[in-house]
């Protein structure tokens, strides 16, 4: 048996939540990536259980690989529920030529070995997210030498009708 020193696990409230976030909390421990989570899913996420593995996996993936190539290597992921919605803020340490426009993430080059499949990720979230009925949107912030990449999905809790897909404009 393998001896953990400092086993922390993640529990956001949700087994599709917790497995992914646990998953990821490992990879970025063994690769010196400051992953912090705060929050817990609500009660009735209301969410399909594939579309909210599909969102968190790919978000996550993608925040994963912008941290480890930056000079700072944090992710943080917030949860938290208000009303009838469900929000994921994804916030996380990035370098290079990222950046969002109209509330999409455009980056100038990719540093993905599979350069075909490139953006493939981001285009499921997208899906993911319409057919949830929820939105969801892209930041970067600078700040001197360092960038910061947000993604913020709103997802309708429990059963509510609620409007399609709307892409949200946020740029600073």
Not at 6 to 27: E, H, R
Not at 45 to 66: H, K, P, Q, R, W
Not at 98 to 121: C, I, M, P
Request: with cysteine; net charge neutral.
């Amino acid at each position: 048996m393998e001896h953990f020193d400092n086993v922390k696990y993640v529990n956001t409230g949700n087994m599709i939540g917790d497995a992914v976030l646990n998953q990821y909390f490992s990879i970025c421990k063994a690769a010196g990536v400051e992953m912090t989570v705060v929050g817990r899913f609500g009660v009735d996420t209301g969410i399909d259980e594939t579309d909210l593995c599909v969102i968190l996996t790919n978000l996550i993936s993608n925040a994963y690989e912008a941290a480890e190539k930056s000079r700072a290597r944090k992710i943080k992921i917030e949860l938290s529920s208000f009303g009838d919605n469900q929000f994921i803020s994804i916030s996380n340490t990035a370098s290079g030529e990222t950046q969002a426009r109209n509330g999409r993430l455009v980056s100038e080059k990719t540093t993905k070995k599979d350069k075909e499949t490139h953006g493939f990720g981001i285009g499921n979230v997208i899906e993911a997210v319409k057919r949830s009925r929820g939105t969801v949107a892209w930041e970067t912030e600078k700040s001197g030498d360092s960038l910061m990449v947000y993604a913020r999905v709103r997802l309708p809790a429990g059963h509510g009708e609620m409007p399609h897909l709307s892409m949200e404009r946020n740029e600073r």
